[in-house]
């Protein structure tokens, strides 16, 4: 389900765990742009922040 971030609008997050691994998905839902960050499956919360500052980057170059 799209969460509102206030600065950029609504993002689809997904998160696929592999092992010990969790590879953390976020999708602008106005434009489409995907990013996507690994890392521990031990913190969902700090992967998700990552994910959403690296969806903003993203937004921010184009």
Do not use: F, Q
């Amino acid at each position: 389900m799209p969460s509102p971030e206030p600065d950029i609008g609504e993002v689809i997050i997904e998160m696929t765990r592999n092992g010990p691994y969790l590879k953390c998905s976020a999708i602008h839902v106005a434009t489409g742009v995907e990013v996507s960050a690994l890392g521990p499956a031990a913190e969902p919360k700090g992967l998700e922040r990552i994910a959403i500052a690296k969806l903003k980057r993203a937004l921010a170059a184009r």
